[in-house]
């Protein structure tokens, strides 16, 4: 079985390492180092990484954020290079289903941050794993959004998504579309077709988990 979370992850080290602590990335106000420590919150300290999701925990998430970020950055980049061996998320099936994405979409937003950045051909495998985790995002992500979305991605397949109401096309590969849905959708190269102002509306919300 192809790790492809694991390419992502040794590649996004690699253009870590080769960028150092300061580079820019597409995250408001986060720079290469904020990245990294997020990367090793979320696998090494599950008491600040629910402050992700749960807003009491929220002021401890920025403490420890603060306080990962202050390490030297050779060894915050190894960190996130070899994840580590107790976590849950580092068993081979678990991993590739939890960090494919996570992966993929940190990398390209330090990547989509560089002023020469082009979009990558990406492994048909990988496409194709990427796209089998669209319906869900697009379905918690669009939920409240008030349209029909219909999210194409040639040669993969089209979902359906929205609140509904009038229609809107979303057509992109899979690794773009997932972009897009994570809310980069700055930098996501999609096709939108539908009325003016709900594409409008839509290249503006604010999407992801």
Do not use: C
Not at 148 to 162: M, R, V, Y
């Amino acid at each position: 079985m192809p790790r492809y979370a694991d390419t992502e992850r040794q590649s996004l080290a690699d253009l870590l390492h080769a960028l150092g602590p300061d580079a820019p990335t597409i995250i408001p106000e986060w720079a290469t180092r904020d990245l990294a420590a997020h990367l090793v919150i979320r696998e090494r300290r599950p008491d600040a990484a629910a402050g992700l999701m749960l807003p009491p925990l929220r002021g401890h998430l920025a403490r420890v954020q603060a306080t990962v970020a202050g390490k030297p950055f050779p060894a915050l980049v190894d960190l996130v290079r070899h994840p580590p061996r107790w976590s849950p998320l580092a068993l081979p099936p678990v991993a590739e289903l939890a960090n494919l994405v996570e992966f993929f979409v940190h990398h390209e937003d330090v990547r989509r941050a560089r002023p020469d950045w082009q979009p990558r051909e990406l492994p048909a495998g990988q496409q194709a794993a990427l796209w089998r985790r669209v319906p869900t995002l697009a379905r918690m992500s669009l939920r409240r959004f008030p349209a029909t979305l219909l999210i194409q991605a040639p040669e993969h397949g089209e979902i359906g998504a929205g609140a509904g109401g009038e229609q809107v096309r979303m057509v992109g590969s899979p690794g773009e579309l997932m972009m897009f849905l994570f809310g980069r959708q700055r930098v996501a190269r999609v096709q939108l077709v539908g009325p003016p102002a709900l594409t409008d509306r839509l290249r503006t919300a604010r999407l992801g988990v």
